[in-house]
């Protein structure tokens, strides 16, 4: 069965400090990986995908397909990037999305 | 564009009673999908319609939870009656095409179960 494991149900860092989100994935064929975000009192959003290879809000995340993982990375963190993150997988037969439980990351001033 | 709509924010019910929620997706999208997500966890996916057709309804309790699309456009879920566990947040999502595009989603139903 397709999963997605998001290890850390909590992340605080400082903010110009650099960050990583993890996200591993079990799925045996070709994966779509996605990263969407919640910020507070929103409505959950799409961040990125790994097929379009873009920073977003500064934001980027390799697949990784020797160590399942689609980590979520951006160098220096700001206040505003605060929010809940959740990784999503989406397979080549089943279209639906299954996502990780997400994590909340926290950036202290 | 518009968004998801979906109505209402919030309900609080008693175990046994039943809820019905609705969602309206943005113009033009075609696919539709009713997630669960309860506290702590990522949302799961309940069933998914392209335009009024089940693509998918594999994790839909189908001995409580109902849902349709009857004309192609907006949906209702309902589920009769209500348990305890049933207490999560439902969340409708549309896309534009079946799994090529991106799902926007609506700001969620926050459903109560005491």
């Known amino acids: 069965a397709q999963r997605v494991t998001q290890p850390e149900k909590l992340l605080s860092v400082f903010k110009g400090a650099p960050v990583e989100l993890k996200c591993n994935y079990s799925y045996s064929g070709s994966p779509e990986l996605f990263w969407y975000v919640q910020y507070s009192r929103q409505r959950l959003q799409l961040l990125l995908r790994h097929i379009s290879r873009e920073s977003i809000k500064g934001f980027t995340a390799d697949l990784n397909k020797g160590e399942t993982s689609f980590h979520l990375k951006k160098p220096f963190a700001q206040e505003e990037d605060s929010a809940m993150y959740y990784c999503?997988?989406?397979?080549?037969?089943?279209?639906?999305?299954?996502f990780g439980q997400g994590t909340r990351l926290t950036i202290n001033p | 564009e518009a968004g998801v709509a979906q109505s209402p924010r919030y309900k609080i019910i008693e175990k046994r009673q039943s809820v019905a929620f609705w969602c309206n997706p943005i113009?033009?999208?075609?696919?539709l999908y009713w997630y669960q997500q309860i506290l702590g966890q990522g949302p799961k996916l309940l069933i998914q319609?392209?335009?009024?057709?089940?693509?998918?309804d594999s994790q839909l309790p189908k001995d409580r939870f109902s849902a349709e699309r009857l004309k192609g456009v907006d949906s209702t879920l309902k589920i009769q009656p209500a348990k305890l566990e049933d207490s999560a947040v439902y969340l409708c999502a549309s896309s534009h095409l079946l799994g090529a595009d991106i799902q926007y989603f609506g700001a969620g139903t926050r459903l109560s179960v005491l």
């Open positions: 319609f392209q335009n009024n057709g089940v693509v998918d």
């Open positions: 999503a997988l989406r397979t080549g037969g089943a279209q639906k999305l299954v």
């Open positions: 113009s033009g999208h075609a696919t």
